[in-house]
């Protein structure tokens, strides 16, 4: 992973400097920035292959940040792990509907830090090798560049929507329950919600239109993508 470029986006200097010195030492290519803005334009501009960054911050705030990045498809590829001094479960959710990978509460270890940008790395690169492009009739839907089209139209999907709706096309058939559909659009270390789910799979059957119906629901299990 000597190659891998991670940007920072932090407001206090301290920290910046702290996860960057742990950071290099593992190999990695750090960039760091101190507000929204900055972090915005730097990611449109810059090759990363993942962001660190903090909710809290001046001007455009870390939610706000998060929620730009996914809903760009340029950008939406990039894992994004959330620093929050709040430790309220509100911010956290919030931040990995919109798509964030994982989360880190303010203080840290910076072997947390280092250990928790590995894995998530490890993830991307092994979900990289294992995606195909699916074609179902008019639908397309293409993991590589984060879009999902319709009848030749690209859909307004986000990023946890996305990801949730490639698994289960990925796996036509398959029954799978509510942790199973988290887990894999975000991974394992937050809270679940049944509700938070329900609500992704609402939100992808009305962006699909006729094609909504091939998301099915298994009562008492979960949902599965109709076998074709």
């Known amino acids: 992973m000597e190659d891998k470029h991670i940007l920072v986006v932090d407001d206090e200097e301290d920290i910046t400097e702290l996860v960057r010195y742990n950071l290099e030492r593992e190999g990695f290519e750090v960039t760091c920035v101190g507000t929204g803005e900055k972090a915005l334009l730097k990611a449109s501009k810059g090759d990363f292959d993942l962001i660190i960054l903090d909710l809290m911050l001046p001007g455009v705030d870390g939610l706000t940040v998060c929620k730009i990045l996914k809903n760009d498809p340029d950008t939406a590829p990039i894992p994004i792990i ?8 509100s911010d956290i ?10 989360y880190i509460t303010k203080p840290f270890s910076p072997r947390v830090v280092v250990a928790r940008v590995k894995a998530v790395l490890r993830s991307v690169t ?6 195909d492009r699916i074609r179902v009739g008019e639908l397309d839907i293409d993991p590589q ?10 859909l307004d999907l986000t990023s946890t929507e996305f990801k949730i709706l490639y698994f ?9 329950t509510r942790n199973q559909l988290i887990d894999a659009s975000r991974g394992d270390e937050y809270v679940v919600t049944d509700r938070s789910v329900d609500v992704h799979i609402v939100g992808i059957r009305k962006k699909l239109g006729d094609f909504g119906d091939y998301i099915q629901t298994v009562r008492g299990v979960g949902y599965r993508f109709m076998e074709i």
Request: hydrophobic share 35%; glycine share 14%.
């Open 93 to 102: 959710v919030k931040g990995l509907e919109l798509g964030a990978s994982d």
């Open 145 to 154: 560049r984060y879009l999902v089209k319709v009848n030749g139209k690209q």
């Open 126 to 131: 092994k979900r990289g090798k294992d995606e």
């Open 168 to 176: 289960m096309a990925n796996r036509p058939g398959w029954v799978f």
């Open 82 to 89: 959330m620093l929050t001094a709040k430790g309220e479960e």
